[in-house]
């Protein structure tokens, strides 16, 4: 799933994303939700509700993430073993149990994280809950509007995926 975006209001039960419920074995690139996004139950991403494996390269979330129960994150709820890579979440992310700005459960210690980064506030914990040694950064507002993180979000993509906006690379 390559330069999709969502913007409207999203309320379901389960496994609820901004541009994928739940997804397999596959890759969301170049995307964004400026949604609100929200599950009655788990699994609410901004991206991706859940995965297994599931890669997520160079996408963002400014919308609200809400889990009633557990599993809530600003790029994806859940992931087990896939990578995620160049995104950021300005969003704010809230659940019961397991939220994170960036994710809500990292399980496997072989999932890759890279460069991922979220605004100071969007939530106490950029992973909500991981296995292994996985780490994403919190930045400033300032730091988000400047020209430099553009190119730090960019770092290792083969074709950039971000440029300068007002207040976040878009």
Known sequence: ITNCSYTGTLNGYQYCGGIAG?????????CYNAGTIYAASKNAG???GSGAPVNI???Y??????????YAGGIV?????????NCFNAGAVSGADYAGAIAGNVSKATAVLAHNYYLEGTNAKGIGVTKGDHTVEAVS?????SAEFVATVNAELETP???KGENYPV
């Not at 739940?22 to 170049?30: A, C, D, I, M, R």
């Open 141 to 145: 507002a300032e730091t988000l509007a």
């Open 77 to 85: 709820s859940n992931d087990t073993t896939g990578t995620i890579s």
């Open 22 to 30: 739940y997804l397999s074995k596959g890759t969301v690139s170049n």
């Open 46 to 48: 901004g991206i991706v």
């Open 57 to 59: 390269i160079g996408c």
């Open 161 to 163: 995926a971000y440029v």
């Open 61 to 70: 979330n400014i919308g609200a993430v809400t889990a009633k129960d557990s």
